[in-house]
């Protein structure tokens, strides 16, 4: 069993949906983060948290320690959201432990 | 600021070839990282650094040699190039924010052994 788990791998949806996508993990951490990757692009760094909730934009991520468990949430959904979101584990200064990913497909 | 800067973005090596991917960042970052990525497979962690001086193996060392000479540059090395080195390959730096470390990616580097 992986140490990071993501759900679904795979996800289609109409533009304006309400997107969720699932992060459980199974060992200790410093900090969880969301990365972003377009097609054929370089990763950006999302979100990192260590507890609670926080928000950019249209992106709100969450994180319930007791749990082990992450969401990742897209309001009013667009095309340009379409890339493939990875959720990692930190377990210190700077070893990163990756989930495979969701890939996340908004048509118009 | 260019952030983490990664060369070359291709490359095609012939088996048993060596070559040394480059990263350099310039954000004055104590922390590095090389990872791999495979389709798959997710990200994985090959050798990274907590300063100028200092490395250690990660998850899949096997093959690679890295250095860190100066903070700002982080090289990895592929001493004897095989097909399974194929894949896409990330640098990555990162500095301490209460016990936090916010990842910055390079643009990747492809790499093909044929």
């Known amino acids: 069993k992986n140490e990071v788990e993501q759900s679904p791998q795979n996800l289609t949806a109409q533009e304006g949906e309400f997107i969720t996508i699932n992060c459980s993990y199974s060992v200790g951490i410093s900090a969880l983060h969301w990365l972003q990757q377009h097609p054929g692009g370089g990763i950006v760094s999302l979100f990192m948290?260590?507890?609670g909730k926080k928000k950019h934009g249209r992106l709100i991520a969450t994180i319930n320690i007791q749990e082990k468990h992450s969401s990742l949430h897209i309001t009013a959904s667009h095309p340009r959201d379409s890339a493939v979101y990875i959720c990692a584990v930190g377990q210190g200064a700077q070893k990163l432990v990756f989930g495979q990913g969701t890939r996340l497909t908004i048509n118009p | 600021n260019a952030g983490v800067t990664q060369t070359p973005k291709f490359q095609v090596l012939k088996t048993g070839q060596s070559m040394t991917l480059q990263c350099a960042q310039d954000m004055n970052h104590e922390y590095m990282s090389w990872y791999r990525q495979d389709p798959g497979m997710g990200l994985r962690l090959i050798h990274y650094?907590?300063?100028?001086?200092?490395?250690d193996q990660g998850e899949v060392p096997n093959g690679y040699n890295v250095s860190r000479s100066t903070t700002e540059d982080f090289p990895l090395r592929l001493l004897s190039a095989a097909p399974s080195q194929t894949s896409v390959y990330f640098c990555?730096?990162?500095?301490?924010?209460?016990?936090?470390?916010?990842?910055?990616f390079g643009p990747g580097t492809r790499l093909t052994v044929t």
């Open positions: 650094s907590v300063g100028a001086g200092i490395t």
């Open positions: 948290l260590s507890s």
């Open positions: 990555a730096s990162s500095y301490s924010d209460r016990g936090s470390y916010e990842q910055y």
